[in-house]
C-alpha cells in the first residue's frame, strides 16, 4: 500500500517535449525530494523542499525545475527533454517533526529520452 | 548528514543469517541509523532505524555499537527475495542533502 505516488511509472519521449513528472503523497510530510538514478548507480539528489512554497537545488546539477505549491504535490518539470536526461527519477518524503524521519519513497519514473 | 561506509558486495545462502555492517564514525547525537533496501529498480524501501539501542521488526534486526560509530543489519533468514541493494544512511531532524552512497549489494543463492 503506497502513501507516495508516482506517474507515469514509464516514459519514452522525443527529444525537446516538455514533461512533467508527478509526485504525491498522503501522510502530511512537509519534506520532499527528488533524485536521480542511473542503473545499477547511487542515488543523487537533484531538488527538494521543506514546505509549501520552498525549493532547493541539490548536490547533482539538473536542468529540472520543481514547484511546491501543496504539502501534498511535487511535481518535476523538463522543458525540454534531451537523451542525457534519460534516468530514473524517484520522489520521496520525510516527516520534519516525531521520532522517525525517515524516506519513504515512491517507484520511480523511468524516463528515456529519444 | 553524516557519511556512512558499506562493503560493495556480500555474498549469503539462502536461509542463513545475512550480517550486512555499516562504519559511521562521524556520526552526531542525534542522528539516526537507517536502513533502506532497493530491488531491481524499485524506489528504496524502509528496513528498520534506531538511535542507541539495538531495534528488531518482522524484517530485521539492527545492531548498534556502544560508541555508535559502526552498526550492524541482520537478516535472520535469507531468501532468495532479499537479494537487492542495500543502504545504510545517518539521519537527523535538520538533514536534507542525506548521503545514500553505493549501499551493499546482497546476493542470496540457493
Known amino acids: 500500500e503506497a502513501d507516495i505516488y508516482q506517474t507515469p511509472r514509464y516514459l519514452v519521449i522525443g527529444t525537446g517535449k516538455k514533461i512533467t513528472l508527478e509526485c504525491s503523497q498522503t501522510m502530511g510530510h512537509d519534506k520532499m525530494y527528488w533524485y536521480q538514478q542511473d542503473p545499477g548507480m547511487e542515488l543523487h539528489l537533484i531538488h527538494y523542499?521543506?514546505?509549501?512554497?520552498?525549493?532547493e537545488k541539490g548536490d547533482l546539477s539538473s536542468e529540472s525545475t520543481v514547484s511546491r505549491i501543496r504539502t501534498e504535490h511535487f511535481p518535476l518539470t523538463l522543458e525540454s527533454a534531451r537523451p542525457s536526461h534519460t534516468s530514473q527519477y524517484l520522489c520521496a518524503s520525510s516527516a520534519g517533526a516525531g521520532r522517525n524521519y525517515g524516506y519513504t519513497f515512491g517507484s520511480g519514473t523511468r524516463l528515456t529520452v529519444v | 548528514d553524516a557519511k556512512t561506509t558499506q562493503p560493495t558486495s556480500m555474498d549469503c545462502a539462502e536461509g542463513r543469517a545475512a550480517n550486512l555492517p555499516c562504519n559511521h564514525s562521524?556520526?552526531?547525537?542525534?542522528?539516526?541509523v537507517y536502513w533502506y533496501r532497493q530491488i531491481h529498480s524499485q524506489g528504496p524501501q524502509y528496513i528498520i532505524h534506531g538511535l542507541k539501542n539495538n531495534e528488531t521488526n518482522e524484517m530485521a534486526s539492527l545492531i548498534i555499537t556502544e560508541d555508535r560509530k559502526s552498526s550492524t543489519l541482520i537478516l535472520p533468514h535469507a531468501t532468495l527475495r532479499d537479494t537487492a541493494v542495500y543502504y545504510c544512511?545517518?539521519?537527523?531532524?535538520?538533514?536534507?542533502?542525506?548521503?545514500f552512497g553505493a549501499g551493499t549489494r546482497l546476493f542470496v543463492k540457493a
Open positions: 544512511i545517518v539521519r537527523g531532524t535538520g538533514g536534507f542533502k542525506t548521503i
Open positions: 523542499s521543506y514546505g509549501v512554497n520552498s525549493t
Open positions: 562521524t556520526i552526531s547525537g542525534n542522528e539516526y
